[in-house]
C-alpha cells in the first residue's frame, strides 16, 4: 500500500526547468545553449560537471559561479556578466499550481508528501516557502546531504527519515535518470511530463489493491 508520495521540485513542482532556463538566459543575454556547452567544457577540464559539485554542495555558489563564468567565457569567446544569475533562475520557477492542488487533496485523503531535489544550498531560501513546509513533511535538498539523484544515498535518505519502506513510496522526476535511480533502489516511479499524465499514474499507484 502506497504510504508517501516523494516529489521533485523544480519541473514537477514548478513550471518546466528548460523554460525558467530561456527566460533566464534571455534576461542575461547569453545564449541558454551555451551553458550546456560550458558544462562540457568544465567537465573535460575537471572531470566532473560543476553544477554536480554544486548540487551536493561541495563547492559554493561563488565558486560554481566563477566556474561557470570562465567556461561560458571559454565557449563563447568574449565576456559574460552573470551578476544575479540564481536569483532570475529562482524567479522564473513559478508554481504548477495545479500540481500542488493535486497534492493537497493527497494529503487530505491521508498520503505523506516528501521532496527530494538537486539543489543549490544558497538558494534554499528563494524557494523553500512556508508554504512548500505546511504542504511536504520532508524536504530533503542535495545541497545540504552530500549527495544528490540519482545517487543511490539519496533515496535512502528520504527513506530512512520518512521511516517508511521503498515498496510504500512514489517517486516523482522529471529526469529519467533520476526516476530509473528511484527505481533501482525499489521505489514506485512515475516520469513526469506533463500533470495530467502524472497525476494519471500516481492515482493509479494510489489506488491499486495492496
Not at 538566459?25 to 560537471?49: T, Y
Not at 544528490?148 to 522529471?174: G, M, N, T, W
Request: charged share 30%; aromatic share 6%; glycine share 8%.
Amino acid at each position: 500500500m502506497i504510504q508517501a508520495i516523494v516529489s521533485d521540485f523544480g519541473g514537477v513542482l514548478t513550471l518546466p526547468l528548460n523554460e525558467a532556463f530561456v527566460r533566464a538566459h534571455n534576461e542575461l543575454g547569453i545564449p541558454v545553449d551555451a551553458l550546456g556547452r560550458a558544462m562540457r567544457h568544465a567537465e573535460e577540464r575537471d572531470g566532473e560537471r560543476p553544477i554536480f559539485r554544486l548540487e551536493r554542495g561541495q563547492i559554493t555558489e561563488s565558486e560554481f559561479m566563477e566556474t561557470l563564468q570562465t567556461s561560458l567565457e571559454a565557449v563563447l569567446g568574449h565576456a559574460v556578466d552573470l551578476d544575479g544569475y540564481g536569483e532570475r533562475l529562482m524567479r522564473e520557477l513559478t508554481p504548477n499550481e495545479p500540481l500542488l492542488e493535486y497534492f493537497r487533496g493527497l494529503r487530505e485523503r491521508g498520503l505523506r508528501l516528501a521532496i527530494c531535489t538537486n539543489n543549490v544550498r544558497e538558494w534554499q531560501h528563494r524557494w523553500r516557502t512556508p508554504e512548500i513546509d505546511a504542504l511536504f513533511e520532508l524536504v530533503v535538498d542535495s545541497g545540504f546531504e552530500g549527495t544528490r539523484k540519482p545517487e543511490p544515498e539519496i533515496y535512502e535518505i528520504v527513506l530512512q527519515r520518512l521511516a517508511l519502506p521503498a515498496s510504500e513510496c512514489v517517486f516523482v522526476d522529471d529526469v529519467e535518470i533520476n526516476v530509473e535511480g528511484a527505481r533501482e533502489v525499489g521505489m514506485h516511479a512515475v516520469h513526469f511530463r506533463d500533470t495530467a499524465q502524472a497525476v494519471t499514474e500516481i492515482d493509479a499507484l494510489v489506488e491499486r489493491p495492496a
